[in-house]
């Protein structure tokens, strides 16, 4: 028999954390969070990370457990979601994935291949090199030539990703985009209900500009300095998240303060809309629209779990 596994994801600012725990306790469910910035310890108002009173008791993986030194991808998220759901099966309870970064969730769901290896360190340095001399806009029309899908798909600054792409071609004479395509096509191992919560377009994208005023209002300046003073690296994983990105560059004198607000809201809701874009893709997802239920947290759970049992997965 497969195992069961939820998913509740969405586009950024939709309301993810408050569903997600009446949603966990229904199940008896721990929540593993699916979200590339709040797994950093430190990194707390960029990355509306949850705090422990919105837990409400219920129990949260991968949050605040790396530093913002090291390194997050991909393939380390896999592993370590895993780990916690061997656990989470073990205690006789339901894993429960929250969090809008649809690879991680793919990954899990589908059990994804990322087979590594050790590749070609000459050609990734020449890559590099190439990134920092003509600009990361070159490497993704690079990219953009060989793999218009991926190119699409990872945006021009995510250098990291841009060259593992141009590498797995190099290496293999294939497009990644094609083999993360094979690879989504395999069936879940999973007995899975993967839920995207909704809302109207306007409505999103006026939560996102509060948001981001509150984040200002509670110190997300400040945030960033300590990480500057402490040393993390511009290009790390960690300062590639939205907020962070921005104002390191005004700390850096690149525009004045209004200007990276301006940007963070703007980048922000392209985002979601990148977001919406990569989960209209995917095959099995129930969309969930908090406007048609009224925006009554009751009325979405119901939903939820009414289709939980239809599937029997509770």
Do not use: C
């Amino acid at each position: 028999m497969k195992k069961p596994l939820i998913i509740l994801t969405g586009p950024t600012a939709v309301g993810k954390t408050a569903a997600s725990i009446g949603l966990a306790k229904a199940v008896n469910g721990e929540i593993i969070s699916a979200d590339s910035m709040q797994v950093y310890r430190t990194m707390d108002i960029g990355s509306a990370k949850i705090t422990p009173e919105e837990m409400n008791g219920v129990p949260h993986h991968l949050v605040d457990v790396l530093e913002p030194e090291e390194e997050f991808n991909v393939v380390r998220f896999q592993q370590m979601a895993k780990d916690a759901m061997e656990g989470i099966y073990k205690r006789g309870r339901i894993p429960v994935i929250v969090g809008g970064t649809g690879f991680y969730i793919q990954a899990v769901l589908y059990d994804i291949d990322f087979t590594e290896n050790d590749g070609n360190p000459a050609y990734r340095r020449e890559l590099e090199q190439a990134a920092a001399e003509k600009g990361p806009e070159y490497l993704h029309e690079q990219l953009e030539k060989i793999d218009p899908r991926s190119a699409e798909e990872i945006h021009a600054h995510n250098v990291k990703k841009v060259i593992r792409a141009l590498e797995f071609y190099h290496q293999t004479g294939q497009k990644i985009s094609e083999h993360n395509a094979r690879e989504r096509e395999k069936s879940s191992p999973y007995d899975s209900a993967y839920f995207v919560l909704t809302d109207d377009r306007a409505a999103l994208y006026d939560r996102i500009d509060r948001r981001v005023d509150l984040m200002m209002e509670l110190g997300l300046l400040d945030e960033v300095r300590r990480l500057k003073e402490r040393g993390v690296k511009r290009e790390s994983t960690a300062m590639q998240g939205l907020g962070y990105k921005e104002l390191l560059a005004y700390l850096d004198g690149e525009y004045p303060l209004d200007e990276a607000v301006r940007i963070i809201k703007r980048d922000t809701r392209h985002f979601a809309k990148r977001q919406l874009t990569w989960f209209r893709r995917e095959r099995d997802v129930i969309w969930i629209d908090k406007k048609a239920a009224g925006y009554d947290e009751n009325i979405i759970l119901d939903q939820m779990l009414g289709i939980l049992r239809d599937k029997g997965i509770i």
